[in-house]
C-alpha cells in the first residue's frame, strides 16, 4: 500500500489494529517508534543498478497495556514525518519485533492493517542462469508418432 492509501483509511478507522501473516493480532498497545524513509541503492546479480525507497513504519510492543494508537494520532505521526523528512507517496513497509525484526508489505482488510511477508525475488533472472520453468504435459497427451522406435525396429 502507498502511504497516501494508509492515511485514507486511517481518516475511516476508529482504532488502529495491524494482523500478523498468521492472523493474530500486533498487541493493541503497540508503538509506532518510527515513520522513516528508506533508501536503497544495490547492484543486482545481473549489474544493474537499482534503487529502492519505501516509507517505514515500526511497530513496538512495550508491555504498557494501558497504550492505544488512535488513527489521528498516528495521522499526525505520518504528518510530521512528511514535512520535516519530505516523504513522498511510497509504498509502506512495516518492521515488528517477534523472535527477530520482520519486514512487511502491508494491506487492508476492511477493519485492520494486514501485515504480508516479504518475499525475495531475482531481479535479474535472465542474467543468473535461473532454467525458465518447463511446461509440464501428461504423457496421455503426447500425440503418437508413427516413426517411433519399437523393440527389435533397429532404430535404437
Not at 1 to 22: G, R
Request: proline share 4%; net charge negative; charged share 25%.
Amino acid at each position: 500500500m502507498k502511504l497516501s492509501e494508509i492515511k485514507k483509511e486511517l481518516s475511516t478507522l476508529d482504532n488502529v489494529a495491524f494482523v500478523l501473516p498468521n492472523g493474530t493480532y500486533v498487541p493493541e498497545h503497540f508503538h509506532v517508534t518510527e515513520v522513516g524513509l528508506i533508501t536503497r541503492n544495490f547492484i543486482d546479480c545481473g549489474g544493474k543498478v537499482r534503487k529502492e525507497t519505501v516509507v517505514n513504519f515500526q511497530l513496538w510492543d512495550a508491555n504498557d497495556f494501558e497504550h492505544r494508537l488512535k488513527p489521528k494520532k498516528l495521522l499526525d505521526i505520518i504528518e510530521l514525518s512528511e514535512k520535516i523528512l519530505g516523504i513522498e507517496d511510497y509504498e509502506v513497509e512495516v518492521e515488528f519485533q517477534a523472535e527477530t525484526i520482520g519486514k512487511y508489505d502491508i494491506g487492508f482488510n476492511g477493519t485492520a492493517f494486514t501485515l504480508l511477508n516479504k518475499q525475495t525475488a531475482c531481479l535479474a533472472e535472465d542474467q543468473c542462469g535461473i532454467p525458465a520453468e518447463k511446461q509440464k504435459v501428461k504423457l496421455s497427451e503426447i500425440p503418437s508418432q508413427t516413426n517411433s522406435c519399437t523393440p527389435g525396429g533397429g532404430c535404437c
